[in-house]
């Protein structure tokens, strides 16, 4: 009631002086060591036990950034510009809207949750690789799960996260905007059982 009565006697006295028309709009309002192409929604980072990598979903560049914390240098983009769904290298593979980030500390693996293809994917931190664990671009309304690898539609997969090493077996969870779920699988032990 207080902060009300504060705000509407300072819109009276302050009235004349406001500009009323709207803001334009910014692109990015994010300053970024990488010149000419900034960051653009940023959504998740997940950084590296060690500290020394961090890694950055760009979800409005639809890419995926490896960056070293301490020089902010970009040592690799995974996707980038245009929004699609291809595994592959890190330079040729496509994400759309990537937002969830989180690493397994142990396999070298960051998993991705990829929002608009409808997916969870995985890239191998050691040589580039990026593949795809679940989802093939078409949302699903799955409920229960249960179907192995691409034949499993996903809907939305907004974030995710690797349990601690003390939980056996070791899962992988997923929050699904799409069904407003979590879901849960059991965490591959390499890049070549994630896909």
């Not at 950034?65 to 699609?84: A, D, H, K, M, T």
């Not at 907004?158 to 056996?168: E, H, N, R, T």
Request: hydrophobic share 35%; proline share 6%.
């Amino acid at each position: 009631e207080d902060i009300e009565r504060v705000i509407s006697v300072a819109m009276d006295l302050y009235r004349d002086k406001l500009d009323h028309r709207p803001l334009p709009p910014v692109k990015s309002i994010s300053s970024s060591p990488f010149a000419g192409n900034p960051l653009l929604y940023p959504g998740k980072i997940a950084l590296q036990s060690d500290e020394k990598m961090l890694f950055i979903a760009d979800s409005g560049n639809n890419r995926i950034l490896q960056v070293e914390s301490g020089s902010g240098n970009c040592i690799r983009v995974f996707g980038g510009g245009e929004p699609g769904l291809r595994d592959g290298q890190y330079m040729t593979s496509l994400f759309n809207r990537p937002q969830g980030v989180d690493l397994d500390q142990s396999a070298g693996l960051l998993y991705v949750a990829d929002v608009e293809n409808h997916a969870l994917r995985v890239i191998d931190t050691t040589n580039g690789r990026v593949g795809t664990v679940a989802g093939d671009g078409i949302q699903g309304f799955d409920y229960e799960g249960g179907h192995a690898g691409k034949t499993q539609r996903l809907s939305s997969p907004w974030d995710v996260k690797v349990s601690p090493a003390s939980l056996i077996p070791r899962q992988l969870f997923i929050a699904m905007a799409g069904t407003h779920q979590i879901w849960a699988c059991t965490l591959p032990k390499s890049y070549e059982e994630a896909i």
